[in-house]
């Protein structure tokens, strides 16, 4: 498996995080460490960086950065704050989350991400556990995959997919990345421009084996309650359904609370927003996607800690409840993983 990797919007997302030298940041997508190893060059003698990945093969290569100031941990970044806890650290002054798959990831053929290499259906972030894709397309419902392409692929052509991947799992002949990329070819009617017509439906089934948008619901809210007053929340998005998630949490925890007009409360008494939005989200420049053409889908969004208390707004597992994105789950497909993908990437 090749280790190259080319981090996307590198410099302006460790910019964002406008780093202090003796701060503490977590990068809670390692991947292959490109936004790590520039947030330690900026960081001083007495700074410290701790990474997390689900991935074990990052895991992996994180072993080659022995600076003693760096620290990598096994694991999704829903457990953020467990995970920094078992680590001795309760408050931080930066976190970066790049919500896109690395190169080593899609050109791994075993991984099962991309369709256009013949592997296994497994699509697990974490090799380590849960149920692979070809696991629970074997029991999963006509209607259950139908409402995971649905959502989570935003395709159209939803139900005839579903109905293919069930005639063809009934005659035994659905177990790896080309057989379903070539049964997803028949069952859509019509082509969109420069696109696969399996990549809809390679996104909605890894986004669900993983459980991408919970982990990405669970992990903003943990974000705020860690960060010390003016630490910075940097998220880099890849495809709307966690772009639309990061961008609403972010416009709602920003917002001071709003009460009847005619109440008789002095604005400085009322609880003030627990985030500040740090300039407007920002997009790869057209010289970085001609080098990455991954990175055409990205977008950045960042904000700021205010000091407003930790309890003013109660922080649990945030939902999008205008969409109910992070709460479909057709069937727990058991084991939960972060969220990475882009969806116009032709893998």
Known sequence: MSGSHTPVLLHEAVDGLNVNEAGVY???????????????????????????????????????????????????????????????????HGILLDLGMSSPQLEADERGFSFRREAPLDMRMDTTRGTTAAEWLAFATE????????????????????AAIVAARARGSLGTTRQLAALVAEAVPTRESHQDPATRTFQALRI?????????????????????????????????????????????????????????????????????LIGKARRPSDSEIAINPRARSAIMR??????????????????????????????????????????????
């Open 143 to 162: 209607s259950e995959i139908r409402e995971v392409i649905k959502n989570y692929g935003e395709e159209r052509f939803a139900k005839s997919i579903a």
């Open 26 to 92: 977590v990068d809670c997508t390692f991947g292959r460490g490109g936004h790590s190893r520039l947030v330690l060059s900026r960081l001083g003698a007495d700074g410290r960086l701790i990474a997390l990945d689900r991935d074990p093969a990052a895991v992996e290569a994180a072993a080659g950065i022995t600076d003693p100031r760096f620290t990598i941990l096994h694991g999704a970044f829903g457990r953020l704050a467990q995970l920094l806890e078992g680590a001795g650290v309760t408050r931080v």
């Open 208 to 276: 669900h084996v993983n459980q991408e948008l919970e982990e990405l619901s669970l992990v903003l809210p943990q974000c705020v309650e860690l960060l010390e007053a003016g630490g910075r929340l940097v998220v880099i998005s890849f495809h709307s359904l966690e772009d639309r998630i990061v961008k609403r949490f972010l416009r709602e925890q920003s917002r001071a609370d709003t009460l009847p007009a005619r109440l008789a409360v002095r604005a400085r008494d009322l609880p003030q927003p627990r985030l500040r």
């Open 302 to 347: 960042a904000a700021e800690r205010t000091s407003a208390s930790r309890d003013a707004r109660p922080a649990g597992a945030w939902s999008d409840s205008s969409k109910g994105l992070a709460g479909r789950r057709p069937r727990n497909p058991g084991g939960t993983s972060k969220g990475r993908f882009e969806a116009s990437l032709q893998v």
